[in-house]
């Protein structure tokens, strides 16, 4: 009987029933695709480093965009005040020319009622080029002095109605050039701004609470830094100071000898560049008054600033005037050391020198950001050592 009996079908039971094993493999690998459709966008999703350095980037680009805006609308503003000198100039000159050729027309009608025309003076009127009649002897022969004296006049207010009027021409197309870097920067700023918020809005909550825990790392790092800045700023100070006490007590030695012991100057000397350290504190008191109030990118003030603003209004206070853009205030005045940095000084960052802060001694500085942030201080490395471009004194 035993020999009769058919062998089990082999496979595995699901849910207590028998599945071939062809069925089985089937489910198991439409269980891995789901397994792997499910793990693909997390896979494929960037890491909250790449994240925070994509978004880093984009807001340094858009400082950079920022300062070209800044610059072509410096340009337009400036532009825009020449056309309409040079339109009202021109304006003006065509009226002088008008008054002119009307002079000349009434010789010419004079001439002919009296029935001594010269033919030539009124085709001067309608001539491109009063220039080749006035050449001609003969013409000018049969003028009187009066006449002569308005040929002359009528050629030079063509002449220079022309020049004005090819200058304006000129001035306008530089014009539109600058409208049309002004429009492509404020393009460029917007996308920029515009990508980096899509960037932050597709974090997760806990996402976001890394990233703050990660920026509160590097905030703790560049304190450290600036903390290690002013204690090699204060020795140097110190030796400075003990430097100049030595050399004055032996002016003061020198000076008691020389007299057989009479009384020595006192030794004191005023702080080298204290007129500039009157200014600079000035310039950090307005920009400590700042503090609080927001980014915003190609503003000068009052209510907001972006980084060249602060630094342009701050030293306007101080009765200074800098350049409005960061490329241009990078060559006001004399550039230093980080490490002999004083209050008052321009901290800029970057390759393309597109951010800058107003130094306030200690390794920190009061500067604007980025958007979404507000004026405020923060150590010179709050983006690491090597993003410090340069320091530059104003003056």
């Avoid at 980014?295 to 000068?300: I, Q």
């Avoid at 960052?349 to 390794?363: Q, R």
Wanted: proline share 4%; hydrophobic share 30%; net charge neutral.
């Amino acid at each position: 009987m035993a020999s009769h009996r058919k062998s089990r079908p082999t496979g595995s039971r699901v849910a207590g029933i028998r599945t071939p094993a062809l069925a089985t493999a089937a489910l198991t690998s439409v269980a891995l695709l789901s397994q792997t459709a499910n793990a693909t966008p997390s896979d494929d999703r960037p890491s909250l480093e790449e994240v925070q350095k994509k978004v880093d980037d984009l807001y340094r680009q858009a400082g950079s965009a920022t300062e070209k805006y800044n610059a072509a609308k410096e340009k337009t503003s400036e532009q825009r005040k020449k056309v309409d000198t040079l339109l009202d100039d021109v304006a003006k000159r065509t009226q002088r020319l008008n008054d002119a050729r009307q002079e000349l027309g009434s010789f010419a009608s004079a001439q002919y009622r009296t029935g001594a025309a010269v033919p030539e003076t009124a085709t001067l009127l309608l001539a491109d080029s009063p220039q080749d009649y006035f050449d001609q002897n003969q013409l000018m022969d049969r003028l009187t002095g009066r006449q002569k004296t308005a040929v002359d006049d009528y050629v030079t207010q063509q002449s220079e109605t022309m020049h004005k009027r090819r200058e304006a021409t000129e001035s306008l197309e530089t014009l539109t050039d600058s409208q049309t870097d002004l429009k492509t920067a404020k393009s460029t700023v917007q996308k920029k701004l515009a990508t980096a918020r899509e960037l932050l809005s597709e974090l997760t909550a806990e996402e976001k609470a890394r990233l703050a825990a990660i920026e509160k790392k590097k905030e703790q790092e560049a304190a450290r830094k600036a903390a290690e800045l002013a204690k090699r700023q204060k020795a140097q100070q110190e030796a400075e100071r003990e430097r100049q006490e030595e050399a004055a007590q032996q002016e003061g030695d020198a000076a008691s000898g020389s007299s057989g012991g009479g009384t020595g100057s006192s030794g004191s000397s005023t702080t080298p560049g204290s007129s500039t350290g009157t200014k600079a504190e000035k310039a950090i008191a307005f920009a400590r008054a700042q503090i609080g109030k927001p980014y915003v990118w190609g503003a000068t003030g009052p209510g907001s600033y972006d980084c060249s603003g602060l630094t342009q209004a701050a030293w306007k206070a101080a009765g200074v005037t800098l350049p409005r853009v960061t490329y241009d205030q990078v060559e006001a005045g004399t550039t230093v050391s980080v490490s002999q940095a004083q209050p008052g000084d321009l901290v800029f960052f970057y390759d393309d020198i597109s951010h800058v802060g107003l130094y306030i001694g200690d390794g920190m500085m009061i500067h604007a950001p980025k958007p979404g942030a507000y004026v405020r201080e923060e150590s010179i490395f709050y983006d690491g050592e090597s993003s410090i471009y340069s320091v530059v004194r104003p003056g």
